[in-house]
Every structure is written in structure tokens, then in C-alpha cells.
């Protein structure tokens, strides 16, 4: 299928164990983000992606890793899930440039609930 | 001073009025600006964009930015109950490709 998508839907898991939320899309778009959203923070951007092999933080990234050795992959590990890690998290993704024009598209998001 | 500023609401008008939805910023060097709508449960889809100080109309839809008083607001004419969701404004700054979300508007269309 055509787009982004992100799998699981909904994960819950247990205080201290290692996950992984998956996003892959099939655009060949050259960026891609992880954002995680809290209500009364919005949208805050956890890691992004500019190219396969380059990533950098973004606002929230302590906790998590990424790694993105394919263009269309971009994984999120929670290395050591915490309660405080308990968001939806949602996967977008932008052509390349700095053009006016180049919004984000969204994946359908993570429901993690961490007890 | 958080750099994307939104008023939480909610925004309550009535079937047929016209919404209009704020968001200021904080970053003078930002180049782009972007509305997304979301409704709840569902991920943020883009509806509108604007870079150039002015109006911009698409539909029902109309941006407006001034950049001098670094504001974006987004009209929403004859409003329908199905526009009832969370606006997000975002804004992208000068030198890169990140854009930064304001906490959003919540809109409700009385029917």
C-alpha cells in the first residue's frame, strides 16, 4: 500500500522492557520524523531523519533510539520503557528541500500505554 | 515563551458562522506556515499552507499571515459541524526542514 504507515496500532508494555514502533513509507521521501503527542504538549518532535544514515535530535529524544539504514524505514526503540513514555506517537514524513510548499504527511499513529 | 502559540479553546460557534483560528510565533526568521486539522483519534492531515505576507483561499479555507506582527490565522467559512477537531498551526523556521506545532485549537460547530 501507498503512504506511511506505522505498526503497531496499539502496544501496551511493561515498565522496563525494550520497544520498537516501526514506520515505513513508500514515497522515497528523504525526511522523516517521530513526534510524540501529550495533551497540553502538543506534537513534540522525539528524533528525525534527513537521508538514510543521518539522524539528529529533536526536542524530546532522551530514552529513545532511532536508526535508519533503508530510505522507507525509520524505527523508534524505547530502550527502557518508562510511564512517562506513555503517548501516542505518530511517524511523518517530507520531500527533501526547503521549499515553501513541503509539509509533513503522518503516519495513523502508536497508541503506547507503558504500566 | 513557547515558540508556537495557539489558544487551547474550545472554540464554539455555530453552524454557518465563520471560525477563525490564531496562532503566533515566536521565530521572525520562520519561512512557512501550515495548518493541520485533527480529529480526534486520527493523525494530523495538512489543509493549508501559506509563505507570502496576505490571504490565501482554498475552499471554505482562507490563511492569512503577517509577518511583521508574526501571526497566522486560518478562517473557516460557513462552518460545518464536521469541521469540528483540534487545529494545529506549524511553523518552519528559516534553515531547516523541521516544522514546530503549536498545541493546537480545539473548534466545535454547534449544529
Known amino acids: 500500500d501507498a503512504g506511511i504507515t506505522q505498526s503497531p496500532r496499539y502496544k501496551i508494555t511493561e515498565t522496563g522492557r525494550q520497544v520498537t514502533l516501526m514506520c515505513h513509507q513508500t514515497?522515497?521521501?528523504?525526511?522523516m520524523f517521530w513526534y510524540r503527542q501529550d495533551l497540553g504538549h502538543g506534537l513534540r518532535l522525539i528524533y528525525y531523519?534527513?537521508?538514510?544514515?543521518?539522524?539528529d535530535k529533536g526536542e524530546v529524544p532522551d530514552g529513545y533510539v532511532v536508526s535508519r539504514s533503508k530510505t522507507e524505514n525509520f524505527p523508534l526503540t524505547l530502550e527502557s520503557a518508562t510511564r512517562s513514555q506513555t503517548s501516542v506517537y505518530f511517524c511523518?514524513?517530507?520531500?527533501?528541500?526547503?521549499?515553501?510548499?513541503?509539509?509533513?504527511?503522518f503516519g495513523s499513529g502508536t497508541r503506547l500505554t507503558v504500566v | 515563551q513557547k515558540e508556537v502559540e495557539q489558544n487551547s479553546g474550545p472554540l464554539s460557534v455555530p453552524e454557518g458562522a465563520i471560525a477563525s483560528l490564531n496562532c503566533t510565533y515566536s521565530?521572525?526568521?520562520?519561512?512557512?506556515f501550515f495548518w493541520y486539522r485533527q480529529y480526534s483519534g486520527k493523525s494530523p492531515e495538512l489543509i493549508m499552507f501559506?509563505?507570502?505576507?496576505g490571504d490565501k483561499e482554498d475552499g471554505r479555507f482562507t490563511a492569512q499571515l503577517n509577518k511583521a506582527s508574526q501571526y497566522v490565522s486560518l478562517l473557516i467559512r460557513d462552518s460545518q459541524p464536521s469541521d469540528s477537531a483540534t487545529y494545529l498551526c506549524?511553523?518552519?523556521?528559516?534553515?531547516?526542514?523541521?516544522?514546530?506545532f503549536g498545541t493546537g485549537t480545539l473548534l466545535a460547530v454547534q449544529p
Open positions: 511523518a514524513s517530507s520531500e527533501q528541500g526547503l521549499l515553501a510548499n513541503y509539509g509533513y504527511t
Open positions: 514515497w522515497s521521501h528523504s525526511y
Open positions: 531523519s534527513a537521508a538514510a544514515d543521518i539522524t
Open positions: 521565530d521572525r526568521g520562520s519561512q512557512s
Open positions: 501559506i509563505y507570502s505576507n
Open positions: 506549524a511553523v518552519r523556521g528559516g534553515a531547516t526542514n523541521k516544522l514546530i
